[in-house]
């Protein structure tokens, strides 16, 4: 089992900057791949960045973004520390959502673990 917690939402305005964090426990191998995906009212939750990290030879990190987001937000993870994150940079008020955590095994599939979400508000 994986259990993640996010944090760092807030409300901004826009052009600010958020960095969220996804703290991570449970089987390290059940979250190689961690991502960020969020969901606004009335729409359907979207996908925003992933990152997979290998475990056993070849080491290699692999990540990837949605095009809306692409040299705004960077995603990054710590794993001494166990954490996840998605630093967020010039926010518009179209990045407002709740923005959910999640962790699967593999480099594709469907993501098994969730955690509850941050609200991130951009005021215009």
């Known amino acids: 089992q994986v259990q993640l917690v996010e944090s760092g939402g807030g409300s901004v305005q826009a052009g600010g900057s958020l960095r969220l964090s996804c703290a991570a426990s449970?089987?390290?191998?059940?979250?190689?791949?961690m991502g960020w995906f969020r969901q606004a009212p009335g729409k359907e939750r979207e996908w925003v960045a992933s990152?997979?990290?290998?475990?056993?030879?070849?080491?290699?990190?692999?990540?990837g973004m949605t095009n809306s987001v692409k040299g705004r937000f960077t995603i990054s993870r710590d794993n001494a520390k166990n954490t996840l994150y998605l630093q967020m940079n010039s926010l518009t008020p179209d990045d407002t959502a709740m923005y959910y955590c999640?962790?699967?095994?593999?480099?594709?599939?469907?993501?098994?673990?969730w955690g509850q979400g941050t609200q991130v508000t951009v005021s215009s």
């Open positions: 449970g089987s390290t191998d059940s979250r190689r791949c």
């Open positions: 990152i997979y990290t290998s475990i056993y030879p070849p080491y290699y990190t692999k990540s």
């Open positions: 999640a962790a699967r095994q593999g480099l594709v599939g469907r993501f098994n673990y």
